[in-house]
């Protein structure tokens, strides 16, 4: 998507270790318009799929997801990262956080994740596909069926694309860095 490709070669920043800063529009700082933008265009990429519920993991995801979930008009859940002690009925799982370098849990109540469910992860970036094989198994545990992942930013550089992908995952994401080598941004 040329307008974020755009946005990411302006104001995006690299940080050692293939870390990708974005907090000017979308990680602290949010640009709703292009967040809208972002999720038409995930909307178009995932016409013709039968999706009944967003699924995302807080905080970042949140935005985008649902921006889509508007714009699909279906519900928005969010994994937490933190298992409420008001929360009954959970679908739990880990998940390795490639930039807090730690393992942390994901929960959603069983309540909002049902075996009818068709659903689509969205998520803000996609690197090694931690999260997303995290998300995989909560939906597994549900008995639902994922139709599909949405990002907004992969890295090809490091291996989840690929890894969800050859798993038969329908993968979208909307602008892929083919390397951060040297400080410098290079996109596909
Ligand atoms: P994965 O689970 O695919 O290994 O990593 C994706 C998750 O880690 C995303 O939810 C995102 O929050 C975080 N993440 C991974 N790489 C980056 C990065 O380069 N920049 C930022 N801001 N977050 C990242």
Not at 10 to 38: A, E, S, T, Y
Not at 117 to 132: E, Q, T
Request: hydrophobic share 45%; glycine share 8%; charged share 25%.
């Amino acid at each position: 998507m040329k307008t974020l490709k755009d946005r990411i070669q302006k104001d995006g920043r690299c940080f050692p270790g293939g870390i990708l800063k974005v907090d000017n529009f979308i990680n602290h700082q949010m640009d709703p318009l292009l967040m809208m933008q972002m999720a038409e265009e995930l909307v178009r990429r995932f016409e013709g799929t039968t999706i009944s519920k967003i699924l995302t993991v807080e905080a970042s995801g949140i935005a985008p997801a649902i921006m889509v979930g508007y714009l699909l008009n279906v519900p928005v859940v969010f994994a937490k990262k933190s298992q409420p002690s008001t929360m009954e009925n959970m679908l739990v799982s880990e998940v390795f956080s490639f930039t807090k370098n730690r393992t942390y849990t994901i929960c959603v109540s069983r309540d909002f994740l049902q075996p009818e469910d068709k659903v689509l992860f969205i998520d803000d970036f996609l690197a090694n596909g931690h999260a997303g094989k995290g998300v995989i198994d909560l939906v597994n545990q549900a008995g639902a069926e994922l139709v599909g992942m949405g990002f907004l930013i992969e890295k090809a550089f490091q291996r989840g694309g690929e890894l969800l992908r050859e798993a038969g995952m329908h993968v979208e994401s909307l602008a892929i860095i083919e390397s951060l080598d040297n400080c410098e941004i290079k996109l596909r």
